[in-house]
């Protein structure tokens, strides 16, 4: 994740300040449990009690897990003050929530009782895929204790059809970023998965298709902002209110169009050939690269991940980069926070380790994505870590000069 926001002089990266992971004490539950369908559903993350048929919770995003009722009925062989203790206990106990890695229950301890694994939440780690050609993991990586990244997804069951990518990274010298970086993600998404249907509408591929996406990529910036100030509430009036990066891809059809703010990038992996970074960065080290400084020494400095520019209440500038391009021939359009990109930042590099995933596990975008997760934890998992990706291969005749 982005470490701080910079104005006219660079800061240094700033640890994170989790926001309260206790959950809040619950009333007890009548001796007779209710049917899993009427059970309310606590939030792992922050301990909201949402309504029991929640797939997220209302206070802070968080995709609810399924839960596990907790049986009261005596095990065969139990003797009659065993059986009697249980039936005592059972009356303060609540349903438990089930282990992301194997489904099993999650103990009072915060361990799972099959795998053994400590309690994650879905915001720790989740995926999505809504084709089978496009997909992304996100996760908490190890040295975070909460997830401040987020990822949107739309698509086209056809192949090269239509997609909209999006990554927001919550900054996180700012508490209560991670509900500012899920907020943007999915109205970004939102509004240009609208598009599409305009888009039809007016013809599609039509000579118009850059300018149009062009400006629905600056308005998706607008959507963004207006939804963290509603998900974030009076956390807007703070000095350093909650806020993150953008970084969104459309593909339609032969056309990609890619927009940015901060730090998380898109990049296109060439098959073969060059592959590029497609985003410009919002950093620091961005600027010192502009005056001379090698790549290398950039991004390794201590103020490397400190950005120029972010989404939110007091940031000085919403208005992403927006860069239409057509890609040619095959590949992948990447789009990722800086928990992935920071081992492995140049483009060359970048898609060397795709062409090597992809010849260990396949083609599947989100086995794909998971394995470059894994690597990015491998390396340390120093941040959050946020790998969506969408496969490309365009055969339709493209402008020779896009604009």
């Known amino acids: ?58 206070e802070c995003g968080t995709q609810l897990g399924d839960l596990v009722e907790v049986s009261t009925a005596p095990e065969a062989g139990e003797t009659e003050a065993v059986a ?19 489904g099993g229950s999650i ?5 799972c009782e099959l795998c053994g694994k400590p309690a994650q939440s879905e915001r720790d780690h989740w995926q999505e895929a809504p084709a089978a050609w496009v997909g992304g993991v996100c996760d908490r990586g190890i040295r975070h204790e909460i997830n401040e990244d987020a990822m949107a997804l739309a698509a086209d069951p056809q192949p090269g059809e239509f997609a909209v990518l999006v990554v927001c990274d ?15 993600a999915r109205a970004a998404t939102a509004h240009l ?4 249907e305009t888009d039809v509408a007016d013809g599609h591929g039509d000579e118009l ?17 207006a939804a963290i100030y509603e998900a974030i509430g009076e956390l807007a009036a703070r000095t350093n209110p909650p806020s993150c990066t953008f970084a969104a891809a459309v593909i339609d059809g032969p056309l990609v169009v890619v ?19 497609l985003t410009t960065d919002d950093s620091w080290s961005q600027e010192m690269m502009a005056h001379g400084m090698s790549r290398q020494q950039a991004e390794s400095a201590p103020q490397a991940h400190s950005i120029t520019r972010w989404l939110g209440a007091d940031s000085p500038d919403e208005v992403p980069h927006v860069v239409p391009t057509y890609p040619t021939g095959a590949g992948w359009i990447l789009v990722c926070s800086d928990g992935l990109w920071n081992y492995c930042s140049d483009a060359d590099d970048l898609a060397e380790l795709v062409h090597r995933v992809v010849g260990l596990v396949g083609s599947n ?39």
């Open 1 to 58: 994740m982005s470490d701080a926001h910079i104005g006219g002089a660079a800061v240094p990266p700033v640890e994170p300040v989790p926001g309260s992971e206790v959950a809040p004490t619950v009333e007890a539950a009548p001796a007779e449990t209710p049917a899993a369908s009427s059970v309310p559903v606590l939030c792992p993350a922050c301990g909201t009690v949402n309504d029991p048929d929640a797939k997220y919770c209302e």
């Open 259 to 277: 927009g940015g703010v901060g730090d998380s990038r898109v990049y296109w992996i060439a098959d073969s050939g060059k592959s590029r970074q």
């Open 107 to 111: 103990a009072d301890d915060g361990y």
């Open 170 to 184: 919550g900054v996180s010298s700012t508490p209560g970023s991670d509900k500012a970086s899920l907020a943007a």
């Open 193 to 196: 998965a609208a598009g599409r």
């Open 84 to 102: 009697e203790q249980n039936e005592a206990t059972s009356s303060t106990s609540t349903p438990r929530r089930a282990c992301v890695y194997c």
């Open 365 to 403: 975008p989100v086995q794909v994505a998971s394995s470059l997760v894994d690597w990015a934890n491998e390396q340390g998992g120093q941040d959050n870590i946020t790998a969506v990706l969408a496969r490309f291969d365009s055969v339709v005749p493209t402008p020779a000069q896009p604009a």
């Open 209 to 225: 298709a850059q300018a149009r996406w062009s400006d629905r990529m600056l308005e998706a910036g607008e959507r963004s902002s």
